[in-house]
């Protein structure tokens, strides 16, 4: 023993064996960033596969209906048919007969007479169609008329009681997120709750937008003017779900939000009825978009800090909170925006807000499919992705047409 220890053959051992410890971290490590790189490559590509479909999975791709200018202009041709030189009825009716009719921007290549437009919806009651693609996906001319609907979204059909589709669409909402997900409402849950933190603050966000929503339902929506009395029913929807979303008892969460659906049931039947109405008002517009750029103000804000007022820097277990909050708010307003769009059309026509609002749907669509595997909190500048800056995104253009449109 001494012989080798004087050899040096432990000392040896030892280096070998550490270099073999080594070479395995090391391999470890990189089959890790192999794992990471791979996963960061199947998510943008899994994104692009879902931008070659329709923008809704799962419902049938719309087709645009030929608008009321392109059968002037389809009469124009039919009556100016037989020569060569005959006009065609031109934007403002007018006919030429001197010359040849020239094609019109954004004319299907090979037709003669349509003319692509933004559907033109009718009065609440009427079916209505698809949204036109955004300002940044818009179609160069020629493209076909019915390609709109692989980058629109469907608008609802609404009811021809003011206000009915607009208070449905808040009950559906709340009552998904207490019956129609399993395991019911997370956050006050004792048990699961604590490992299901992504459900629960997609939940709190959906909660704090509806509370947005009912105090302006209450206080203006459904309001002539300010000597108007407010409904006892909504009253009472606001106040229960003023109650804090932890509650396990003595009420319990859900129990004050099952009776807040019950309130807000019994309002839309006076709706129907006649005993109380809804505003489709240019101020009633205006007092829900600055109730919601306050909202969204504060969600962007949690979407790009880095830490806290504290000073505190924001931890990896907080950002996928921060992300699935954002994610709640935004799928109630990309609900309600759709109804409003349909719903207040003629004070949208007033302000010519109707290319805005269709914008910001098409943003909140957009944070919609964002669905990552799992929440990374990289530098704006890393390889791998900062999910909160990607959702800050579509919802930063959301507020600023919020804010355009507040200025009203």
Same mark, same amino acid.
């Given at each position: 023993m001494q012989l080798l220890r004087k050899a040096g053959w432990f000392q040896a051992r030892g280096e070998i064996r550490r270099s073999v410890i080594g070479a395995h971290f090391f391999?470890?490590?990189?089959?890790?960033?192999?794992?990471?790189?791979? !996963?960061?490559?199947?998510?943008?590509?899994?994104?692009? #596969?879902?931008? @070659?479909?329709?923008?809704? *999975?799962?419902?049938?791709?719309?087709?645009?209906? *030929?608008?009321?200018?392109? #059968?002037? $202009?389809?009469?124009?041709?039919?009556?100016?048919?037989?020569?060569?030189?005959?006009?065609?009825?031109g934007p403002g009716g007018g006919a030429s007969s001197a010359t040849p009719a020239q094609p019109i921007p954004g004319q299907e290549? &090979?037709? @003669? &007479? $349509?003319?692509?437009?933004?559907? $033109?919806?009718?009065?609440?009651?009427? @079916?209505?169609?698809?949204?036109p693609a955004a300002k940044g996906q818009a179609h160069a001319p020629? #493209?076909?008329a019915g390609a709109h609907g692989e980058h629109g979204v469907k608008l609802p059909e609404l009811s021809p009681i003011p206000g009915v589709t607009f208070v449905e669409t808040m009950i559906q909402l709340l009552d998904h997120e207490l019956h129609g997900r399993t395991l019911g409402w997370r956050p006050n849950d004792l048990v699961f709750g604590r490992f299901t933190d992504n459900m629960n603050n997609f939940q709190l966000g959906v909660l704090e937008t509806l509370r947005f929503t009912m105090m302006r339902l209450k206080d203006s929506l459904t309001r002539m003017g300010d000597a108007d009395a407010y409904d006892r029913d909504l009253e009472q929807a606001l106040? +229960?779900?003023?109650?804090?979303?932890? +509650?396990? /008892?003595?009420?319990? $969460?859900?129990?004050? %939000?099952?009776?807040?659906?019950?309130?807000?049931?019994?309002?839309?039947? @006076? +709706?129907?009825?006649?005993q109380r109405n809804f505003y489709y008002r !240019?101020?009633?517009?205006?007092?829900?978009?600055?109730? %919601?750029?306050?909202? +969204? =103000?504060? !969600?962007?804000?949690?979407?790009? /800090?880095?830490?806290?007022?504290? &000073?505190?820097?924001?931890?990896?277990?907080?950002?996928?909170? %921060?992300? %699935?909050?954002?994610? &709640?708010?935004?799928?109630?307003?990309?609900?309600?925006?759709?109804?409003?769009?349909? =719903?207040?059309k003629a004070p949208l026509d007033t302000l010519r807000s109707n290319e805005i609002m269709d914008e910001m749907i098409h943003e909140l669509h957009r944070a919609e499919q964002m669905e990552p595997w799992i929440i990374l909190n990289?530098?704006?500048?890393?390889?791998? #992705?900062?999910?909160?800056?990607?959702?800050?995104?579509?919802l930063s253009e959301v507020l600023h047409l919020l804010t355009v449109m507040s200025q009203f």
């Open positions: 391999q470890s490590f990189l089959s890790l960033l192999f794992f990471l790189a791979l !996963v960061v490559w199947l998510i943008p590509s899994s994104a692009r #596969a879902a931008q @070659k479909h329709p923008l809704l *999975q799962g419902q049938p791709e719309l087709t645009q209906p *030929q608008p009321p200018q392109a #059968a002037t $202009a389809a009469h124009g041709q039919e009556s100016g048919a037989g020569s060569p030189g005959s006009g065609a009825a290549a &090979g037709s @003669k &007479g $349509a003319v692509p437009s933004a559907p $033109a919806l009718g009065q609440p009651g009427e @079916k209505h169609e698809t949204l020629g #493209a076909e106040n +229960l779900l003023m109650n804090r979303a932890t +509650l396990f /008892m003595f009420p319990s $969460a859900e129990t004050s %939000y099952q009776e807040a659906l019950g309130h807000l049931q019994a309002f839309v039947q @006076k +709706l129907k009825t006649g !240019v101020d009633n517009l205006h007092s829900l978009i600055v109730v %919601y750029k306050d909202l +969204l =103000g504060n !969600v962007n804000r949690s979407l790009i /800090m880095a830490n806290h007022v504290d &000073g505190t820097p924001v931890s990896w277990f907080e950002v996928d909170d %921060y992300f %699935y909050y954002a994610k &709640g708010v935004a799928h109630v307003l990309f609900e309600i925006f759709k109804v409003v769009r349909v =719903g207040f990289a530098d704006l500048g890393s390889i791998f #992705a900062n999910h909160r800056a990607n959702l800050n995104g579509p």
